[in-house]
């Protein structure tokens, strides 16, 4: 995907009325255009990905922030832009199949407690951008004890 992708998605939701995927898509686009600046050039498929989740991340969290404060309609406007980003990342593990990962990695290694962050940084490295981090982090934690 490329920010021509996205300027494209852009131009649809303007077509469409869409007020919250325009909001969204012109945050979105604005962000990868900085960073683009800021590395000096192109921002490689990879890059643009990680961009995606840190804003999705951004979203999910604000949204339960919102929600411990009783803010229910900035949640759910939180919640929107976070779907709307989702349809942007692949398709996530659910917490079966990071157990799964986790079970299988823990059977070849023989990590322990103390090896939290080796264990960590293998299987981000194995299942990439198909996992949460948090949800990861907490399925390994509870493995690991």
Known sequence: MTIQD???????????????????LRLLISRLKNEQIANGGTLSGEALLKIVQSEYKKRKESESEYLRGGRNDLASQEG??????????PKQLTEQEVD???????????WTGADFGVAMKALKEQLGATVDGALLSRVLKEKLK
């Open 80 to 89: 929107e832009e976070a779907s709307i980003l989702a349809g942007f990342l």
């Open 100 to 110: 799964a990962a986790v079970e299988q990695a823990l059977a070849e290694h023989s």
């Open 6 to 24: 996205f300027e494209q998605q852009l131009t649809r939701a303007l077509k469409e009325h869409s007020a919250t995927e325009v909001s969204t």
